[in-house]
């Protein structure tokens, strides 16, 4: 999966220092970069914007685009989920095709991620990958609290981390 050319050279998160390579069925991370202010407005930007004037469904397509604060969430293809039936408030976004998430220096690249708004959680799914560096983590699932900066990779986890590397 390649990153998009606003996240080029941006560095990716992993907060381990044991040098080697280590496999576990979960891992529980730290992500001091991957934090947002979720109460800040979302931005969204994208070549096609298609909404169905009966329930209300929007969604952008094509070099989709997602910013709240520092965060940015890039996509093939995001649905916008409503949180109510007015929809007044988004409830969620569903980012799917090439997902990319950075925020500040840190990113993850997943083939699905879903973002909840208010609580601030990103699960992201298929072929995860994590890097800081020489360092790297991959897995099938990660969730991270862009609040707290924490999350938890599962599936089949496997990282390679490099002595002395950040």
Do not use: C, W
Not at 105 to 120: M, Q
């Amino acid at each position: 999966m390649t990153l998009s050319p606003r996240a080029l050279g941006v560095a990716l998160v992993l907060a381990m220092a044991a040098p080697g390579i280590a496999r576990a069925q979960g891992a529980e991370v730290a992500f001091g970069g991957l934090r947002a202010d979720t109460s800040l407005p979302v931005e969204v930007t994208a070549d096609v914007l298609s909404v169905n004037q009966t329930d209300g469904a929007a969604t952008f397509s094509g070099n989709v685009l997602v910013v709240q604060g520092e965060m940015r969430l890039s996509a093939d293809r995001v649905e916008v989920i409503y949180g109510n039936a007015e929809r007044s408030r988004i409830e969620r976004l569903h980012a799917s095709g090439r997902v990319t998430l950075v925020s500040g220096k840190d990113a993850a690249e997943a083939a699905d991620a879903v973002y909840t708004i208010e609580s601030g959680a990103v699960e992201m799914t298929g072929d995860v990958l994590l890097t800081q560096g020489a360092s790297t983590i991959a897995g099938e699932r990660l969730v991270v609290d862009l609040t707290s900066g924490t999350g938890k990779m599962e599936g089949r986890v496997k990282t390679i981390l490099q002595p002395g590397g950040n």
